[in-house]
């Protein structure tokens, strides 16, 4: 898509899946325990990858192809790039929602989001596999609900620098979540999560320049 600033940006169709994770897991042959913990909490009982020493990452075929969670923002930059991409910044990411609706309060107009438009506030009740819900014109997939996403921005650099608000250890996260209310699928809202934190309900897209 080009973006108001004229730059053409490529973006994943979906956010990264547990298949897509452990291959690039194992393709930077990532199993030392302590660059492992700054990367992913493996540790959670909610997280479907598995690390053998010998055989290396794997993830059964029933959660292969949903969304990657309980990575760091640490752990998400750095798959991106092995992807060949990086994360978006918070308004790459809110332009990618306002493709089809560019002044509407969600990425499929102004009305109040349904449990067909997306997977939020646990209608679901856990993780659905991309491509459950209608996609952009584009063919991108969960951009309001399913997992948050990890943007790039620190909370320093999205708020314009502002002393009063250098946090630069919070990332943003943005798109709303299986188990988060609707208020969070509004396009243009976020919130800011501590970099080195995983959670059940964020996960990350990759764009490319």
């Not at 798959?79 to 994360?87: A, E, H, T, V």
């Not at 188990?179 to 919130?191: D, F, H, I, Q």
Request: net charge negative; aromatic share 10%.
């Amino acid at each position: 898509m080009t973006l108001a600033d004229g730059r053409v940006l490529a973006v994943a169709l979906s956010p990264i899946t547990n298949d897509q994770a452990v291959d690039a897991l194992n393709g930077l042959a990532l199993t030392d325990p302590d660059d492992v913990a700054e990367v992913v909490n493996i540790d959670n009982p909610d997280q479907p990858l598995t690390l053998d020493p010998e055989l290396g990452w794997s993830v059964s075929d029933e959660s292969a192809p949903l969304p990657a969670i309980l990575f760091t923002w640490y752990g998400a930059s750095a798959l991106s790039q092995w992807f060949g991409g990086r994360l978006p910044t918070f308004v790459e990411r809110t332009a990618i929602a306002r493709l089809d609706f560019p002044d509407s309060l969600y990425p499929w107009g102004d009305r109040e989001p349904t449990p067909d438009d997306a997977n939020f506030a646990e209608h679901v009740g856990a993780l659905s596999v991309p491509g459950s819900y209608p996609p952009l014109s584009n063919g991108v997939y969960d951009i309001s609900g399913n997992v948050e996403e990890w943007c790039a921005d620190t909370l320093f650099e999205a708020r314009g620098g502002s002393v009063q608000v250098a946090l630069d250890t919070r990332r943003l996260v943005t798109g709303g979540g299986w188990n988060k209310p609707s208020e969070l699928l509004k396009v243009g809202v976020a919130r800011h999560r501590a970099a080195h934190f995983g959670s059940v309900s964020i996960g990350w897209r990759p764009v490319f320049d």
